[in-house]
T-cell receptor, first 113, second 114 residues
Framework: AQSVSQHNHHVILSEAASLELGCNYSYGGTVNLFWYVQYPGQHLQLLLK??????LVKGIKGFEAEFIKSKFSFNLRKPSVQWSDTAEYFCAVLSGNTGKLIFGQGTTLQVKP | EPEVTQTPSHQVTQMGQEVILRCVPISNHLYFYWYRQILGQKVEFLVSFYNNEISEKSEIFDDQFSVERPDGSNFTLKIRSTKLEDSAMYFC????????????FGPGTRLTVL
């Protein structure tokens, strides 16, 4: 069965610091990968997704992620975080033929002003 | 921008009682999902629904759970006899014309079983 692992459970950064959140998935075939964000008090929303093509994917709010097939990784990056990026971040993989998403444990990012 | 909505935002119930969680997906979407997140744990898939039938369900989705799209706009999750371990945040999601379309999530219903 597919699984997703996020290594960092809680990350604390100062504003303007660079961010990289790790995500590894278990499946070796064709993968569709996602990063979702949940701001405090809000619902999950899509940051970016990878289906095929350019392995460097750009999303909203200056986020990007790189798909590295050989490492089974899809790490999320942002060069300079802001206080408003404080949120929980979830990596997910699409599983099977019914649209099922399998999520990682989530990473709580706290950005100090 | 269209949104998925869920009601109620918080439901408290006694163990053994039936609960119905309601969702209004985005109007032209065709695929519907329920997920749940127990406090401190991962978001877990429960069920996917397409063309008025369940397309996939997880091991969690046992006989106590059912889903329905009663009127073409609402999408409900029923738990017939709640257990303490059903306490969680329940998220509804919908997506457009294909299974790979982006899933849009509702704000969730926090279910507390006493």
């Amino acid at each position: 069965a597919q699984s997703v692992s996020q290594h960092n459970h809680h990350v604390i950064l100062s504003e303007a610091a660079s961010l990289e959140l790790g995500c590894n998935y278990s499946y070796g075939g064709t993968v569709n990968l996602f990063w979702y964000v949940q701001y405090p008090g809000q619902h999950l929303q899509l940051l970016l997704k990878y289906f095929s093509g350019d392995p460097l994917v750009k999303g909203i709010k200056g986020f990007e992620a790189e798909f590295i097939k050989s490492k089974f990784s899809f790490n999320l990056r942002k060069p300079s975080v802001q206080w408003s990026d404080t949120a929980e971040y979830f990596c997910a993989v699409l599983s099977g033929n019914t649209g099922k998403l399998i999520f990682g444990q989530g990473t709580t990012l706290q950005v100090k002003p | 921008e269209p949104e998925v909505t869920q009601t109620p935002s918080h439901q408290v119930t006694q163990m053994g009682q039936e609960v119905i969680l309601r969702c209004v997906p985005i109007s032209n979407h065709l695929y519907f999902y329920w997920y749940r997140q127990i406090l401190g744990q991962k978001v877990e898939f429960l069920v996917s629904f397409y063309n008025n039938e369940i397309s996939e369900k997880s091991e969690i989705f046992d006989d106590q759970f059912s889903v329905e799209r009663p009127d073409g706009s609402n999408f409900t999750l029923k738990i017939r006899s709640t257990k303490l371990e059903d306490s969680a945040m329940y998220f509804c999601a919908s997506s457009g014309g294909t299974r790979t379309d982006t899933q849009y999530f509702g704000p969730g219903t926090r279910l507390t079983v006493l």
